[in-house]
């Protein structure tokens, strides 16, 4: 017997001794370097986020905490630092961790709806707005400035609202665009309820800011509104 112990390759008893969460950690990460990361579930993802903040830790069981806690991944993304360091296990670290992903994803897209004219990049746009609104927890009104060529100048929030409404002032929204230089504008808005059918009050609104524009030269493309739901266009529904 002592000999067939002598026979163990070197390092055997300490690799067996190792927490079997690193060999997941491992197996995690080849995957995702060798198939992609769509190739991950929701908590895997989670699972590579978390850890920077557990360098050695297994974070697995925290991701299924998160996701249970939260519903979604796309929810755990969207909780504020606030609600995120309620959740037992998760440090500062980790809240941080987790906090800057969605700010990256903005900046992403709105740097690859910036390369093309707007109007060329329309899915983009989207994309954009999507990641930027689908998640506010109250309505929050923004305006995307498009110079003569119809490429983004800037993206701005006007306003944040209530959970069902957002005051906007048309005359400011056009002064702005003055400021800019912008010659067109598209104004988009999410609906916190997740159902992005434009209200009557959206409607008025648009109508208005439309005619403070036209004063000015100003076109007015669109106005989308975001929801989880889907989205919704002004100028696809004959309302623009």
């Known amino acids: 017997m002592n000999d067939l112990l002598d026979d163990e390759p070197e390092g055997f008893a300490e690799a067996a001794s190792r927490p079997h969460h690193l060999g997941h950690r491992a197996r995690l990460r080849k995957r995702l370097l060798e198939q992609g990361p769509g190739s991950l579930a929701d908590y895997e993802l989670l699972e590579m986020l978390l850890f920077a ?43 941080a961790a987790l906090t800057v992903v969605p700010e990256a994803a903005r900046r992403l897209a709105r740097e690859q709806a910036q390369e093309a004219p707007v109007i060329a990049s329309w899915q983009k746009l989207l994309d954009y707005c999507r990641i930027t609104l689908a998640h506010e927890r109250v309505e929050c009104f923004h305006v995307l400035f498009l110079d003569r060529k119809n490429k983004l100048i800037a993206d701005e929030r006007q306003q944040r609202g209530t959970v069902d409404h957002t005051p906007v002032y048309p005359r400011e929204v056009v002064k702005r665009a003055l400021d800019l230089g912008a010659s067109a504008l598209i104004l988009v808005h999410n609906h916190p309820s997740g159902d992005p059918t434009p209200s009557k009050a959206d409607i008025a609104m648009t109508k208005s800011v439309v005619e403070a524009a036209t004063k000015l030269d100003i076109v007015v493309h669109d106005h989308v509104i975001i929801g989880r739901e889907g989205h919704a266009s002004f100028k696809s529904l004959g309302l623009l």
């Open 53 to 95: 903040g557990n360098p050695r830790g297994d974070t697995k069981p925290l991701a299924k905490t998160l996701m249970a806690r939260f519903g979604s991944l796309a929810r755990v993304l969207s909780a504020t630092p606030g609600e995120l360091a309620k959740v037992k296990g998760l440090g500062e670290t980790g809240v």
